[in-house]
Structure formats: C-alpha cells, structure tokens
C-alpha cells in the first residue's frame, strides 16, 4: 500500500496549463500501474491517463493530444502535464496507485478548475 498526495490543482483560463504532481509515501518503482482520474460534479469518476512500471502510457481520447502523464520513479512522483486546458476539464483530479489483485489507493484530489 501507498499513501498518495496531489498538489498543482488551480484556477486557470482556458487554453491555459497546469503540472499536477502525485507524492508517494514510497518507492513507485514496482507499482503495476499508476493513474490519474477525475470527477466532475454529478457525474462519474473518470480515467484520464495511466503509466505502467514499464512507463507504457495510455490517454482518454477527451485528453490526447492535450495532457502527458510520466513518472519520476527517484523521486517516488507522478505528474500529470495539462495543456490547452477547456473549461470541460473542470473536475477534482486523483492520483491512484495499482496494486492488481491487492487492490488500489487514491489521493485525496485536487480541484482543478477552467474558467471560460
């Protein structure tokens, strides 16, 4: 198990840009997959990006193009990297760690707000 904390959440306008970071408690390295998903009010929570151990990456196709997920395994931190930001990103963005069969654990969020 990971404890996880995001930070870089914030107000931007759009076509603005935002680094969201994912602090672990420990070592990444061996963490199957790591991933960052948001909520928007009164809808469901959402995949956005994912990286594995291997740093394979796969996108929503809502955010290709737009947004870069990478991982810094030395300093046990995932970014997501957030470009031309549209006000339908709006959302609380998480950080989630993939355990596979052992389960997952979830940062608290950060709020990440576009303004039109």
């Known amino acids: 198990q990971v404890h996880l904390v995001e930070s870089g959440g914030g107000l931007v306008q759009a076509g603005g840009s935002l680094r969201l970071s994912c602090a672990a408690s420990?070592?990444?390295?061996?963490?199957?997959?790591m991933g960052w998903y948001r909520q928007a009010p009164g809808k469901q929570r959402e995949l956005v990006a994912t990286?594995?151990?291997?740093?394979?990456?796969s996108y929503a196709d809502s955010v290709k193009g737009r947004f870069t997920i990478s991982r810094d395994n030395a300093k046990n931190t995932v970014y997501l990297q957030m470009n031309s930001l549209k006000p339908e990103d709006t959302a609380v963005y998480y950080c989630n760690a993939y355990h596979g069969w052992l389960g997952s654990n979830w940062g608290q969020g950060t709020q990440v707000t576009v303004s039109s």
């Open positions: 420990r070592s990444i390295f061996s963490i199957n997959a």
């Open positions: 990286i594995t151990s291997g740093g394979s990456t």
